[in-house]
């Protein structure tokens, strides 16, 4: 069965302190890998979006990296305006999956 | 990119009633998608609606329950059917290819 994990569910940070989110899916034939931000009261906003195992992206703090089982959103000197949940998305041969997210917190 | 905007922000209803979800797209867009989000929780699809041909509707989602509209490549509608207190949940729509989508703001709904 496909699925898509994210960890942890909250993350809490000091401004500056730097570290990851993980995506971890099982799918049948992936198709694409997607990093969306969303801000509370407000739906998804389109981060990135990874083809296969090896490939990065980068937008300024953030860096998405994909291997065969597990994407990582690495987010470097982040500020308070990070704070946000981060969803995960895949699509394989069969359908369009989500991640439940993780809530990331900067703390100034 | 598209802007996507959504009517009603929210809404209230009695249980046994319907309600409709307007999304419109500041954009010709191929495909639009509906979403139900529970607060707190995941994106679950319900639909996809491209301009021209029947919504395909996901597993366990039928659509005598959300049927939807695609009258033209700007614009669609959810309709939320003989709502109990389980359709209590943010309704979202979008826009654009499974590789990138464009969301509108979402609809609250609460069923009374």
């Known amino acids: 069965e496909d699925q898509v994990t994210q960890s942890p569910e909250a993350l809490r940070l000091q401004e500056g302190e730097s570290s990851s989110l993980n995506c971890s899916y099982t799918?049948?034939?992936?198709?694409?890998l997607f990093w969306y931000r969303q801000d509370p009261g407000k739906g998804p906003e389109f981060l990135f979006t990874?083809?296969?195992?090896?490939e990065e992206k980068e937008k300024e703090r953030l860096k998405a990296t994909l291997t065969k089982k597990e994407s990582f959103l690495h987010i470097t000197a982040p500020k308070p305006e990070d704070s946000a949940t981060y969803l995960c998305?895949?699509?394989?041969?069969?359908?369009?999956?989500w991640g439940a997210g993780t809530k990331l917190i900067i703390k100034p | 990119s598209a802007v996507i905007s959504q009517k009603p922000s929210r809404d209230i209803c009695q249980r046994g009633t319907s309600l409709t979800i307007q999304c419109q797209v500041d954009?010709?867009?191929?495909?639009m998608f509906w979403y139900r989000q529970q607060p707190g929780q995941s994106l679950t699809l319900i639909a996809t609606?491209?301009?021209?041909?029947?919504?395909?509707?996901e597993s366990g989602f039928v659509i005598d329950k959300f049927p939807i509209s695609r009258p033209n490549l700007t614009f669609s509608t959810l309709t939320v059917s003989n709502m109990s207190p389980e359709d209590s949940s943010i309704y979202l729509c979008?826009?654009?290819?499974?590789?990138?989508?464009?969301f509108g703001p979402g609809t609250r709904l609460t069923v009374l």
């Open positions: 979008s826009a654009g290819g499974y590789n990138e989508q464009f």
């Open positions: 799918v049948s034939g992936l198709r694409g």
């Open positions: 990874l083809y296969s195992a090896g």
């Open positions: 954009s010709q867009v191929t495909m």
């Open positions: 609606a491209n301009q021209g041909s029947e919504a395909t509707y």
């Open positions: 998305a895949v699509i394989g041969n069969y359908q369009l999956i």
